[in-house]
């Protein structure tokens, strides 16, 4: 009777070996007393959701569920701001807080970039940086002295001493938040060239 029960467990061993083993990454342990399954081929089944099934589950670079590359999912680049770029011209062309017509005009011919914007715009960025920043605007300050002195003179063709004197406190003198005016030479030839246009008649005993 022992004897048959030796071979029996010899026959056990055998057929199910067990003890200690040790893989290729050196790990120990029990070798399991079940056998893996196999395929018809011999091959053995991988596991759902072990190292061969989630290898096999990454896809090729060429799927179609792969990330994009950088730049494919960058959005473009935004174009420069026209009032940045107006500020600059300003910053590098006007000194002394006193912009002339010629210069106003070269930053405006500048900006506008051959047409690719709109003069008007242009103009009215120039004439907001300018006042923002405290600079005085000779165009500006001579659009409003024609103004002016239309309005002063529609009745009568005249201009007087005082009405010359207020246009000349108005406009010369630097304004609040400014630190200079119009230009007295500036202003002259301004006068003159409204009376002249104008058929407006000056005082003779004004010192002309």
């Known amino acids: 009777m022992r004897d048959f029960q030796a071979a029996l467990v010899a026959e056990w061993e055998t057929a199910f070996p067990t003890g200690e083993r040790t893989d290729g990454g050196g790990r120990s342990g029990k070798r399991s007393l079940v056998p893996k399954p196999r395929s018809p081929g011999g091959s053995v089944v991988p596991k759902e959701g072990g190292p061969e099934s989630s290898e096999s589950s990454r896809g090729t670079p060429g799927d179609l569920g792969s990330p994009k590359h950088e730049s494919e999912s960058r959005p473009p680049a935004k174009s420069g701001d026209p009032m940045e770029e107006v500020k600059r011209l300003i910053e590098?062309?006007?000194?002394?807080?006193?912009?002339?017509?010629?210069?106003?005009?070269?930053?405006?011919?500048?900006?506008?970039?051959?047409?690719?914007?709109?003069r008007e715009d242009v103009e009215a960025d120039v004439g907001a940086i300018l006042e923002r920043e405290g600079i005085a605007d000779e165009e500006a300050l001579l659009g409003e002295l024609i103004a002016t002195l239309l309005n002063w003179t529609s009745a009568k063709r005249v201009l007087s001493k005082r009405r010359y004197d207020d246009a000349m406190g108005l406009f010369c003198r630097p304004r609040r938040g400014?630190?200079?005016?119009?230009?007295?030479?500036?202003?002259?030839?301004?006068?003159?060239?409204?009376?002249?246009?104008?058929?407006?008649?000056?005082?003779s005993r004004w010192p002309w």
């Open 92 to 118: 590098a062309r006007v000194f002394d807080a006193y912009c002339d017509r010629r210069t106003r005009q070269e930053i405006v011919r500048a900006a506008t970039g051959g047409g690719a914007i709109a």
């Open 178 to 203: 400014f630190s200079r005016g119009l230009e007295r030479r500036v202003f002259d030839t301004a006068v003159d060239e409204f009376c002249a246009a104008h058929g407006v008649k000056k005082r």
